[in-house]
């Protein structure tokens, strides 16, 4: 069945520095999710990546989709303590089940 | 109020007991889904549901049930709980991707932790 591999799993940063996750996937992708939980809290919609090569920004986050569809980053500039927080990617296959399968998650520990 | 509501938000039972965990939503979603989140596992899809009438196992069903009751309820059983239950429950929904401008985006619920003792 369809795989979403995350790394890392957990990341220590100061603040002011940047941080990366990376997701790929074992199957092509129709499109790819993130969603962000904070501490204590459900996981969130941020944004969702549908075209090859598509690359989107929010403020200090950007989300890119590989050109094979198969993998998918978020990096965030200048990491604030706000953004720390579980960040998820969940990819839905081009065939077969409807369902987006969710990466393990890379926690974000921002130290001030 | 909250779109997706969750109870109970926690709960504390024993190896053997029957748990239910409900879940109604406001958003008027046809999909639902159940998740579990242990630490460093991310979120395992244990039920979903694409409407009323359709329930569909997920990566890890084995010792859970489902029911849904109406478009805006579904709820999760444990029969028989057991120590490796113990976990953070999510219900979500979903709307139908591609139908009248839907998406697959999924909306979450608070949770629900759950210790079996």
């Known amino acids: 069945g369809q795989q979403v591999m995350q790394i890392p799993q957990y990341q220590h940063v100061q603040e002011g520095e940047d941080f990366t996750t990376y997701c790929n996937s074992s199957?092509?992708?129709?499109?790819i999710q993130w969603y962000k939980q904070r501490p204590g809290g459900h996981p969130v919609f941020l944004i969702q990546?549908?075209?090859?090569?598509e690359v989107k920004k929010q403020k200090r986050l950007t989300f890119q989709f590989g050109e094979a569809k198969k993998n998918s980053s978020l990096h965030i500039t200048a990491t604030q303590t706000t953004d720390v927080g579980t960040y998820f990617c969940?990819?839905?296959?081009?065939?077969?089940?409807?369902?987006?399968?969710f990466g393990r998650g890379t926690s974000l520990i921002v130290h001030p | 109020d909250a779109d997706v509501t969750q109870t109970p938000r926690n709960r504390i039972t024993k190896t053997g007991k029957r748990i239910m965990l409900e879940c109604s939503q406001t958003k008027g979603h046809d999909r639902m889904y159940w998740y579990r989140q242990d630490p460093g596992l991310g979120l395992r899809l244990i039920y979903y549901s694409f409407d009323v009438k359709d329930i569909n196992k997920g990566e890890i069903s084995d010792g859970y049930s489902v029911s849904r009751q109406a478009q805006a309820k579904f709820s999760l059983s444990l029969e028989s709980a057991i120590p490796n239950q113990t976990a953070l429950y999510f219900c979500?929904?979903?709307?139908?991707?591609?139908?009248?401008?839907?998406?697959?985006?999924?909306?979450f619920g608070p949770g629900t932790r759950l210790t079996v003792l």
């Open positions: 990546l549908v075209k090859s090569g």
């Open positions: 979500a929904t979903s709307d139908i991707p591609g139908l009248a401008g839907g998406s697959d985006t999924q909306y």
């Open positions: 199957t092509t992708l129709s499109n």
């Open positions: 969940a990819g839905r296959s081009t065939g077969g089940s409807y369902i987006p399968t």
